[in-house]
């Protein structure tokens, strides 16, 4: 199968799960035979551009029409099977939907957050979940709020984008690829078209270091922003070590808005160690070393890569209740769960996780099977595929039938 990604790489100066699984994919599909080629921009280059190229860049997020024209050209020379669609955000826009429309090639794409519902793509305001703009033709709390960045002015371009491309969006992608049930059922109860949205978990690659005693640390490895429950955290381990601690540190890894916080916080203590961004080797020996992974967002997650990884070395997580946690963590089997947005139950379960070794045990042997069974490699091979051989039989019928894009009104010359 001949697959084109097109992709926008997030910033590298902090850790992107959706960098590293678009990676994954490519060298899985590659490994597997199939010819994977790459259209990408990068967020790394508007450092390097001029003046006059900053400015435009917020001006080309609803639309850049030189990725038009560059992305058709390439499709009819080209001739994919697939184009598989992740990140347009802020270089390459929708538009990379009117190309495939051009050159007559399906389009699926993955899910990786809510941006086709909320302009930030957090479902959140404030640390706390917020579906004002889910079902509105134009978003306009998002800009009031100044939900991305804190800023009005910043939010604009994504919520013009969100408004103008709603429709070329839910008609002109074949397949959309939801990386959780709980994701899916929130876009279905947004008004997105049911029949396009497939649940296709993401995989991991099988980690060579796997726990082989009880662990040494509690970790938490992430973005240290407020989303991801990083304050939520510090307060818990706070109500920990007020009563004697759990035996072992707590090792924060990962880099954010909130970082100069958790220094100062870890600072001169014995219990937290603050250790920065970590490589991917270093990510995988420290998830292996810990007793217990630790996930507490306060957003109502798509997904969760790093939970997965936890199960893949056979490591239990300590998890918030909702969003895909719920169904990534069998609670009391592969992990515990606690009372989202709650600093005591966070607590409680990490005292519970650190305290009983033989339960932490199975648990981690129940969470590896879980790995095995639904996130590995083979796995998420297979149902790839199959979802790409899906999308291409499902545009192949529209066209035998003459529901081709311009016939659903998605092809035009904008």
């Known amino acids: 199968m001949h697959i084109l990604v097109v992709h ?33 921009r990068r967020s790394d280059d508007i450092g390097a551009m001029s003046l006059l190229a900053k400015v435009a860049v917020p001006l080309r997020v609803p639309w850049n029409p030189a990725v038009r024209t560059e992305l058709a050209a390439k499709l009819r020379t080209e001739r994919p099977d697939v184009v ?47 579906t004002e703009c889910v079902g509105s033709a134009v978003p306009l709390p998002a800009v009031r709020h100044g939900c991305y960045r804190g800023s009005r002015l910043a939010t604009v ?50 980690p060579e270091d796997r726990r082989a005693g009880d662990g040494e640390h509690l970790l938490y490895l992430g973005r240290l922003a407020e989303a991801k429950g990083v304050r939520l955290l510090m307060a818990a381990w706070d109500e920990i070590a007020a009563s004697g601690g759990v035996g072992v540190p707590l090792v924060i890894a990962g880099t954010g808005p909130l970082e100069p916080e958790v220094t100062a916080w870890a600072a001169g203590r014995d219990d937290v160690r603050y250790v920065g961004l970590y490589d991917t080797a270093e990510c995988r020996k420290a998830i ?36 895909a946690f719920v169904e990534l963590v069998d609670d009391g089997v592969t992990g515990l769960l606690h009372k989202p947005g709650e600093s005591a139950s966070l607590a409680s379960c990490i005292r519970r996780v650190a305290a009983e070794p033989d339960h932490n045990r199975e648990m981690g042997r129940a969470a590896r099977l879980r790995y095995e069974q639904g996130f590995s490699p083979a796995v998420g091979l297979d149902r790839l595929v199959d979802e790409y051989r899906t999308a291409i039989a499902e545009r192949s019928a529209q066209t035998r039938g003459g529901d081709t894009p311009a016939s659903r009104g998605d092809g035009d010359n904008r």
């Open 157 to 206: 371009p994504l919520a013009v984008s969100l408004s103008a491309n709603r429709r070329r969006w839910w008609s002109g992608v074949e397949r959309f690829f939801c990386i959780s049930a709980a994701q899916r059922d929130t876009l279905v109860r947004a008004g997105m078209p049911a029949e396009r949205l497939a649940v296709k978990h993401n995989f991991v690659p099988d």
């Open 84 to 130: 598989h669609v992740h990140n347009v955000f802020p270089l390459l826009s929708p538009a990379v939907l009117a190309a495939c429309a051009d050159a007559g090639v399906p389009a699926v794409a993955t899910l990786h957050n809510y941006t086709q519902v909320c302009p930030p793509g957090t479902l959140q305001r404030d640390g706390r979940p917020c």
């Open 288 to 323: 292996a070393r810990s007793v217990a992974v630790v996930a507490p967002s306060t957003w109502l997650e798509a997904f969760g890569l790093v939970v997965v990884e936890a199960m893949a070395a056979g490591v239990p997580v300590v998890a918030a209740g909702h969003g």
């Open 8 to 40: 926008n790489r997030y910033a590298s100066a902090q850790p992107s799960g959706e960098n590293k699984v678009v990676d994954q994919e490519v060298e899985l599909l590659r490994a597997a035979g199939h010819r994977v080629e790459m259209f990408e």
